[in-house]
């Protein structure tokens, strides 16, 4: 790092958003296991966790490997071979680059420009509310939400391209719209990203730049930006990561003339019942995922800087935009707002007319439909995700907890095959589970568990890495000296260590729960005649003619998981969260 | 530390119970219902089973699938039925569920009073109704492009609908493995000459959507000017309100039978049959008329209903040869994905 700011700079361990673990010497490790099997308590966690992590996430993976690559019980390419050979398949391969590659782009930059805005264009607190509540609405926002705008915004008969533009036949599926959909979808996923880093590069460094003599331009080009450049990078690989795993919006958007993986691995296993070519297709889309999530762990995330000016709590006036580039950047921001509003009011406005497009009288008859009809759906989604719900937060904290806190042999194999679901793209998650739990020995599609366990094991590690994140913060000299003031362990224990894991444990539930509302990529391969989801009939509904239901569904949803996230966040205050776990870090997931 | 030991224990026995009882919680199988897959939307598969439940006490349990993703269950899960019942579809699904070996044969009262082409010799599948296929234009784009109905399949290759026309997709939809067999008939079962003609049609093609039904809220909206759907799908989206034009190609487009089937190995195969007794009967099938359902009955007894008969008048319909048309599916499929959906224009 060269310029003006360099010698502020100093490489931070990451305990904000990763956890790192200097433990593993070798020596230690033959003491290790003394010390575990001398606590019973202790061993039959760890035996527990293993047995379940075992169950859910690496048998299901060794049952997709092994649908890849045995053949009649030997090893073999050629499975692997014959979708690479497919020109279509590697199309779609290609594709699914393509397209995450410039969502990752789009989304890094516009997520750039809200950050930037919100954090240095000197705003009033009002118009930063508006800005949070626009990405908020995308992140809690069922899948297709964005998708059912799009088309009616664009089609061949659109509100704009027809209506307002007057513009004959235009073609709305492809890449073009995939791209716009899932980039106003992701992109608070950078803006949440990037706030707290530009937040965190004192204004002071800037300053001084000013002070010698620099532009706002070369401020921005030579300060500025590249301390945010380590956060660019991870927004990037977060966004390729998320647009890799979409699959409900190029199931709508995509078309015929664009075909991506996950869409193509679903048509695959529910057209064709080729489970072994969806096998196949879903090993080949885990091959990127992977690499960007390694990437995105073990290199990018390690490069945060923080500045260090000496005099932190001067907060000089911020100077780094112009006063004149203040509108503007404002006025982008709330144009993307704005169009995200419309996009809802639109999707409200199809719930509430009989047959939006052609008889636009007032109705309630979707939402009666939704409470009659789909009834069952909204009974199962609440049960599922409110069983998911403590077993998530549990789960979270109780691996969390001991990853944390514990020494244990396989401690850091234990972390990582806990991030595996999560970093896997859902229809491949979804894939495995189906493989996995439809035959002997244990039959576990049909049921309300299969899904459950998908839920819990998908999105608990926010949960995870929340607990020791907050366990990190407290030196364990805190819980030392509560004890040697004479505490018992019990009331060290409740009095310290227990409302610091709280807050994670209310993160991680929260993180499970709204998931179950609103993800499909995964699930849609377990439903079954017992239990369905909303977000099954979402797309149940919009792939047949009733659009008004999957709108009232739709906004349902989002009223539950409001609802929900303003519950979980009063609670997250009143166990003072201490910054760690913040409502971003519940949607992030 | 006993606290906190204590404290993990009671964590992980909490765990591993909420497990047990998830599991657990597992619906038994009950005397009094029967679990089926619905090919029918759910706004006539409800209807028609409520109906049944008040006529003989017997529930359903059902969830709606595509005729391909509901095959593609029923297969994967031959080991290990779910459901005793699948509930409609267009019969080629399940004539190439036959060669699966997934149904059980049974033959209800009606099999005796019912056409040859209603029924599976061995009684593998029995016909429910009967499904023509039509081209739904959207009445409005054809005002703009002087344009009238489309009289033959010819009639869709015209540039005016270039990329204005929308239709199932094959790999999900039995209304798309209809449509490619009726193609295959008007064409003599010529194969290579049907998929020259899908290969003429495709840059008229927008999307191809993933049921059958898919497309035809696109075209009434506008967003697609025309497309081609089975009657009951067309006339529904009529009676929604929108201004769509039915029509029929004068040399001739197919019907399928739709069709009901025993599950082999069915954990309630009593009710299974009762359902299955009463779908294929005159007392469900004149149901149709009272839920707007715009399926032919297959039923000789049941009377075509008025306003349906009319729509009907005068076209040329013929019905699928299901047992060509469940032999060669898997094929043509393939063939239709890779030479037609894939075309590189």
């Known amino acids: 790092m060269g310029g003006p700011a360099g010698r502020f700079l100093i490489r931070r361990s990451p305990c904000f958003l990763e956890a790192s673990f200097v433990i593993g010497i070798a020596a230690m490790r033959a003491n290790s296991w003394r010390r575990t099997l001398r606590d019973p308590a202790l061993f039959a966690t760890v035996v527990t966790l293993w047995a379940l992590l075992a169950l859910f996430i690496l048998f299901p993976l060794a049952n997709l490997l092994a649908r890849t690559f045995i053949e009649g019980g030997h090893f073999t390419l050629a499975n692997l071979g014959a979708i690479l050979r497919d020109a279509n398949h590697r199309q779609a391969f290609w594709n699914s680059l393509l397209l995450a590659a410039l969502v990752g782009l789009c989304g890094t930059i516009l997520g750039f420009l809200y950050a930037f805005t919100a954090v240095r264009a000197n705003l009033s607190r009002a118009w930063i509310t508006v800005l949070d509540a626009a990405s908020l609405l995308l992140l809690i926002s069922p899948p297709f939400t964005s998708a059912i705008a799009m088309i009616f915004s664009f089609g061949a008969r659109g509100l704009i391209t027809y209506h307002l533009l007057g513009i004959k036949g235009f073609t709305v599926y492809g890449l073009h719209s995939t791209l716009f959909s899932e980039t106003f979808t992701y992109f608070p996923i950078a803006y949440l990203t990037l706030k707290p880093i530009l937040h965190g590069i004192d204004p002071n460094v800037e300053d001084m730049a000013f002070s010698l003599g620099s532009s706002r331009w070369r401020v921005f080009r030579t300060v500025t930006l590249p301390l945010t450049i380590p956060g660019l990078a991870n927004a990037f690989l977060l966004l390729f990561a998320a647009s890799l795993a979409d699959f409900a919006t190029p199931l709508i958007l995509a078309g015929n003339s664009f075909p991506v993986l996950p869409t193509q691995a679903y048509l695959q296993i529910t057209g064709l019942f080729d489970l072994k070519g969806g096998a196949v297709l879903s090993f080949v889309l885990l091959v990127p995922a992977l690499a960007v999530y390694l990437l995105q762990r073990f290199w990018v995330s390690r490069r945060y800087y923080v500045t260090i000016t000496g005099k932190v709590g001067a907060q000089t006036a911020i100077k780094s935009v112009a006063p004149w580039a203040r509108a503007p950047l404002l006025c982008a921001c709330l144009l993307v707002a704005g169009v995200i509003l419309y996009f809802y009011a639109l999707l409200f406005y199809a719930s509430v007319v009989v047959a939006l497009g052609a008889n636009h009288a007032w109705t309630w008859q979707h939402y009666r439909v939704i409470f009659t009809e789909g009834l069952k759906a909204i009974h199962d989604t609440l049960i599922i995700g409110g069983a998911g719900m403590p077993l998530g937060g549990l789960y979270g904290i109780l691996l969390g907890y001991l990853v944390a806190k514990k020494i244990f042999p396989g401690r850091q194999a234990m972390e990582i095959v806990s991030m595996i679901n999560y970093a896997l793209p859902g229809t491949i998650v979804g894939i495995a589970y189906l493989i996995a739990f439809n035959d002997p020995p244990l039959v576990l599609t049909g049921t309300a568990l299969i899904i459950v366990a998908c839920y819990v094991f998908r999105y608990s590690p926010t949960g995870i890495r929340a607990t020791v994140a907050l366990l990190q913060q407290i030196d364990p000299s805190i819980e030392e000296a509560s004890e040697s003031l004479g505490a018992s362990s019990g009331t060290t224990f409740r009095r310290i260590t227990l409302p610091l894991i709280l807050p994670a444990f209310f993160a991680g539930l929260g993180v499970v729960f709204i998931r179950s509302m609103t993800a499909i990529s995964a699930t849609i391969f377990l439903v079954s005649i017992n239990w369905t989801l909303i977000t099954v009939r979402i797309l149940e509904n919009m792939t047949e003619l009733s659009l008004g239901p999957a709108a009232a569904f739709s906004i349902l949803v989002v009223i539950i998981v409001f609802v929900v996230i303003i519950l979980i966040s009063g609670l997250l205050r009143r166990f003072r969260a201490a910054g760690v776990v913040e409502m971003t870090s519940i949607l992030g997931g | ?345």
Not at chain 2, 152 to 169: E, T, V
Not at chain 2, 321 to 336: H, M, S, T
Request: hydrophobic content about 45%; proline content about 6%; glycine content about 8%.
């Open chain 2, 1 to 345: 530390m006993r606290f906190v030991r204590s404290w993990l224990c009671w964590l992980t026995v909490s765990l591993v119970l909420a497990c047990v009882g998830g599991w657990a919680a597992a619906p038994a199988v009950a005397a009094d219902t029967v679990n089926a897959y619905s090919i029918w939307p759910e706004n006539w598969a409800r209807p028609m089973f409520e109906e049944f439940e008040k006529a003989t006490g017997i529930k359903v349990n059902f969830v709606r699938f595509s005729s391909g993703e509901a095959l593609a269950r029923v297969i994967a899960e031959k080991n290990n039925p779910r459901v005793d019942v699948l509930f409609g579809g267009p019969v080629e699904t399940h004539a190439a569920g036959i060669k699966e070996g997934v149904f059980e044969s049974y033959k209800p009262p009606s099999f005796a009073v019912l056409p040859a082409r209603f029924k599976q010799p061995d009684g593998q599948w029995v016909a429910i109704a009967d499904d023509p296929l039509v081209f739904m234009t959207n009445t409005k784009f054809l005002k703009e492009n002087n344009l009238k109905p489309p009289a033959s399949w010819g009639d869709l290759l015209n540039p005016a609908y270039k990329n204005m026309i929308q239709m199932a997709d094959a790999r999900t939809s039995g209304t798309a493995v209809t449509r490619i067999f009726s193609i295959l008939e008007v064409y003599g079962r010529d194969e290579n000459k049907a998929f020259d003609y899908m290969k003429k049609l495709r840059p008229n093609v927008q999307l191809y959507t993933k049921s059958g039904g898919g497309g035809t809220l696109p075209v009434g909206l506008g967003q697609a000017g025309g497309g081609i759907f089975f009657i009951v799908d067309a006339l529904d989206t009529k009676a929604k309100g929108y201004d769509v034009t039915i029509s029929f190609p004068k040399d001739g487009i197919g019907t399928s039978a739709e069709a009901i089937a025993l599950i082999k190995g069915a954990k309630n195969p009593a009710p299974g049959k009762k359902l299955i007794d009463w779908s294929t009967s005159a007392a469900m099938q004149s149901l149709f008329a009272k839920y707007k359902i715009n399926f032919v009955p297959a039923h000789p007894d049941v009377k075509i209903e008025a306003s349906l008969a009319e729509v009907l008048k005068g076209t040329k319909i013929f019905p699928i040869d299901d047992v060509y048309a469940g032999e060669n599916r898997k094929r043509i499929v393939e063939r239709w994905v890779n030479e037609v959906l894939n075309l590189k224009d």
